[in-house]
């Protein structure tokens, strides 16, 4: 078995893709307020918010 490297998390569903997208002052103060009240993260944010809209179009 190969060394694993420290810090490195196990997971089911490794994040292996990055994204980088631009938000005005106004969309960056919505997602912390999200984060803030939901506890999460900005990624888990966005991606709750990408999980939620494609469920809106398999319907």
Known sequence: M?????????????K???LRVRMDKETVKKLDTICEYENITRSEAVRQGIEDKFSQIKK
Do not use: Q, R
Request: net charge positive; charged share 40%.
């Open 16 to 18: 292996d893709y990055m």
């Open 2 to 14: 190969a060394a694993m490297k420290k810090g490195t998390k196990l997971t089911d569903k490794p």
